[in-house]
């Protein structure tokens, strides 16, 4: 799982292997065995690859199919409320959030035609 990931990762970034083995500081040939499946890196390798994607590292072992922690809800099929008054609560402050972030970039593209 980790070598399939890998290379979707490096390929959906526009990256090359010579450009991730010198971001790793390995040779092209050692980095191209981690996407054949012919070695595994160590562990603070494995935790650079994942910083510099912005995964994390249960991601690329294949322990999760959420690419980032921080997201996982979405991938658990939503929230668990606790009751219906949770819910209205939650989603009245999801909306409220959206119309600030609207008004905040209708403001900002204001602010580069200025």
């Known amino acids: 799982m980790f070598a399939k990931r890998l290379k979707q990762l490096r390929i959906k970034n526009k990256k090359t292997q010579e450009e991730m083995s010198n971001m ?27 910083n510099y994607f912005g995964v994390s590292t249960d991601y690329l072992l294949g322990r999760t199919d ?11 099929g939503g929230p ?26 209708a403001r900002l593209e204001q602010d580069k035609k200025d």
């Open 24 to 50: 790793l500081g390995i040779t092209r040939q050692g980095y191209g065995k981690y996407e054949n499946g012919k070695a595994e890196p160590d562990h603070e390798t494995l935790d650079k690859i994942a």
């Open 66 to 76: 959420s690419p980032n922690p921080d997201i996982s809800i979405v991938y658990d």
């Open 80 to 105: 668990k409320y606790e009751d219906e008054d949770e819910r209205e609560f939650i989603e009245q402050q999801l909306e409220q959030y959206r119309k600030m972030k609207k008004r905040m970039q």
